[in-house]
Nanobody, 119 residues
Framework: QVQLVESGGGLVQAGGSLRLSCAASGSIFSWYVMGWYRQAPGKQRELVATISRAGSVNYADSVKGRFTISRDNAKNTVYLQMSSLKPEDTAVYYC?????????????WGQGTQVTVSS
């Protein structure tokens, strides 16, 4: 069992940057594949990025080149650095943890953090 707590969301103007953090506790962080999903109002939840135990990363096409996922196993934390933000990036962002990086199906979820990008 792992508990996940996100932070770092907020309001930013288009073109700006934010860094989301997700602190994990309760289990061995390095065992897990970590990821970020987001959900905008009226839209389906979307997988944004994943990072494997070894640090291999994958991104949704909509964020490639603008977002960077990383992890610090010593701090039990995963990050999502978001740059060149667009209004369509507005969503609740959820940190999650799973076991399979090829068929990522998160087992654990955080409560989410709101990101709002103004035009």
């Amino acid at each position: 069992q792992v508990q996940l707590v996100e932070s770092g969301g907020g309001l930013v103007q288009a073109g700006g940057s934010l860094r989301l953090s997700c602190a994990a506790s309760g289990s061995i962080f390095s065992w897990y594949v970590m990821g970020w999903y987001r959900q905008a109002p009226g839209k389906q939840r979307e997988l944004v990025a994943t990072i494997s135990r070894a640090g291999s990363v994958n991104y949704a096409d909509s964020v490639k080149g603008r977002f960077t996922i990383s992890r610090d196993n010593a701090k039990n934390t995963v990050y999502l650095q978001m740059s060149s933000l667009k209004p369509e990036d507005t969503a609740v962002y959820y940190c999650n943890a799973g076991y399979d990086s090829h068929n990522y199906d998160p087992r654990y979820w955080g409560q989410g953090t709101q990101v709002t990008v103004s035009s």
